[in-house]
C-alpha cells in the first residue's frame, strides 16, 4: 500500500489533507476491505475515464479502504475492457431485444466513437448489471477469504498453544 504521508504531502494532493486523514481510508479490516473490493469492482464496468478517481471518490464517501478500491479498478485494463465491453453491450442488447454491437477486425477509437450513438443504451445497462454483480460477487467473495483466513490463523494458534 502507498506510504499514507507521502500521499498526504503529495503537491496535488495536498489540499485534501483532511479527508486523507481520515483513519477509515487506511484501515485494513474485513468490513472495509470487503467494501472497497466491491466498491472497485463496481467502477471497474464504468465505461468512464478516470475510473480510479471515481473509486477514490467512493472510498471516501463510503469510507472504506482507499489503496484497495483503486487498485480494485485495474481489472478494466487496456486489455480486459474490450472483452469486458462487448460482454456488457451483448447482455445489455439482450435485454433490451436489440441487436449487439458488430466488431470490426480492428476497432479503434474513431469507430467506437462513431458507434457510440447506437449502442450507448445497451452498454450501460449491460455495465450496470455486471458491475452491480461483479461488487455482490467481490464483497461475498472478500469476506469469505477474510474469514477463512482468520478460522486458519485461530486453527494453527490452537495448534501450537496444545503441542
Known sequence: MPDKSRLQEHR???????VLHNPALWHLNRRSAAGAVSLGLFVAWVPAPLQMLLSALGAVVLRVNLPIAVA???????????????LANALGARLMGGPGMRLESTPSLAWFAEAFGQIWQPLLLGCAILGALSA??????ARLLWRLH???????RRRRRYL
Open 136 to 141: 455482490v460477487v467481490g464483497y461475498a467473495a
Open 150 to 156: 482468520v478460522v486458519r490463523s485461530w486453527e494453527a
Open 72 to 86: 480494485m479498478v485495474w481489472v478494466a485494463n487496456p486489455v480486459t475492457m474490450p472483452p469486458m465491453f462487448w
Open 12 to 18: 496535488h494532493l495536498r489540499h485534501l489533507g483532511r
